[in-house]
């Protein structure tokens, strides 16, 4: 009994650590006060201030437009990108191909933002939404590669692509029909991720923005330089509602035990 | 080449790096036929499953299929089914879709399919299961699924990668004398990969002895077992002592050698065999069941009787195990004999002085081995 005590109270302790200012967030953006740290009454006044800024929305908007994109992108070059590594039998610098792909995951955002602006604009390139788009889509990545690739090596196991070819499929239907709809699950699974890690990311669109590229992220920092409003903390309990509600489709789309196929 | 052949392999080579894993193999394969590739893991025989099926190209050699060179023929195009050790269902697809998989890639019209689909079924005593998941189905009708979906599109060749493999050993031991019925009534010729001897000897027609690659003999069950040509063939299938011998003299059909260097022994070859050199040094197996011990020295007429003493007996249950210390240059060499289930005939006591002895016939000279 003691032991499980001690151990509730440690776990306790862990998430009160983790979750704990954004809970005092979540209260005060319903504080009828312009100061933050005195709870005055409650109120939704600070939610529909935040609804009528149309700056704001517009920002929301184009953060949405751009995860989606990059979402899109990484998703497709995920794909491929897995689908060659699994399938290929062992070729000269595999190694190296791998880990290339994963060098976004552990080089600090600085600089890759800074190496993406030098280039574009050494380039020639116009910062434009594309370009910030597959900027975006370069850091989602390997998260899109991580979680395709586990379900293609599970899928190369089982024979499924030698079964359909088997029976009379080409290469192509047998990617088509059997390939694809498999990976599926983990494909969503993969974009739902890109979308997060698009959505919140800051230090890349600082960079690579350019001009009247506004998202969210990029608003709510230049909002803060004029002092914390407690429309911030709504529009951060409206992203943190967003966010939860991603991971819990992301939950449900990742593949089950009994979908992947048994051994 | 017999007329009636189907499938003909010839001089087959495959590395995979530095490491050989077929040496020349060379196979036919009949119309109808039930043909077994048997051997240890890492024998070649999957390999040489995979080069038929197409999923592998050979080094060298060549597949012929029904006098056609398929060799250079994608897995897609060749007349030839798999059922897959793991069975590779499309988990995504009903039971009814995966059989008619293969069908819809060959633009079979689909009123066609749908007579087919249920015949298949039937087949492989699945009536009905039509709309079901493949989640929701046992091991074993899974494997029955896979069966169904590979006959559905009426290969000229069945390929089975130890379809049983991962059966328990009752239903693994109705679904080979299903199998063979199957196979029996459609006519289709079954190319079977197992590591199994008892499932080769219950299910083939013929039977190829895989070892390090290499076909070390085709044969008939009956032919595998009683004349088996190396000393691997002959230990793989059924057991056997092996012993090396010198030979003394021989003529006319028979061989006199001189067993582990102090038993003399005459025996017939069979027909097929070459009368050895004189003075060369050959390997020669007996089967356990066919050494007889007596405790007493009388013999029937014609046996071949070694002085031996009792070692070790070891009960079976439908059988005994008897070990011989027969000879006395090499005693660390123990002789294993079977005796019937019967317990009380076999004696207790150790190290005592008893008979062995063997028909002539049932001493089996074998060729070299490759290595």
Redesign the interface.
Known sequence: MKKSRGMGLYCAGVFGFLYLPLAVMFVFSFNDARRNVVWKGFTLKWYSALFQNTDMMAAMLTSVELALSAAAIAAVIGMLASYAMVKHKPFRGRSAYDALLSVPLMMPEVALGVGILTFLVRAGYELDFFALACSHALICLPYTIAAVRARLISLQESSLEDAAMDLGATEWQAFVKVTLPLARPAIISGALLSFTVSFQDFVTSFFVAGIGIVTMPIKIYSMIKFGVSPEINALSVCLLLATFTLIALNAAFAVRPDEASRH | MPEDALLEVTTLNKAFGTSTVLHDVSLTVRKGEFMTLLGPSGCGKTTTLRII???ESPDGGRVRLSGVDVTDV????RD???V?Q???????LSVADNIA??MR??KVPEAEIRTRVPEALSMVKLSGFEARR??SLSGGQ?QRVALA?AIA?RPAVLLLDEPLGALDLKLRKEMQLELKGLQKRLGIAFIYVTHDQEEAMTMSDRIAVFNHGRIEQVGTPGEIYEMPKTSFVADFIGGANIFSATVLAGAEGRARLMLEGEHELDVPLDPYESLPAVGKRVKIAIRPERVKVFYKDELPFGLIRFEATLKDTVFLGDACQIYLQMFKKAPERLTIAWAGGDRYAVHDDLDVPVIAAVQPEDVYILEEDHD
Do not use: K, N
């Not at chain 2, 994608?74 to 195009?77: A, G």
């Open positions: 099926a197409g999923f994608p897995s897609y195009e030839v089914h798999t897959f793991h069975y590779a269902l499309f988990p995504h998989f293969g890639m060959d493949i989640q899974m979906r599109g």
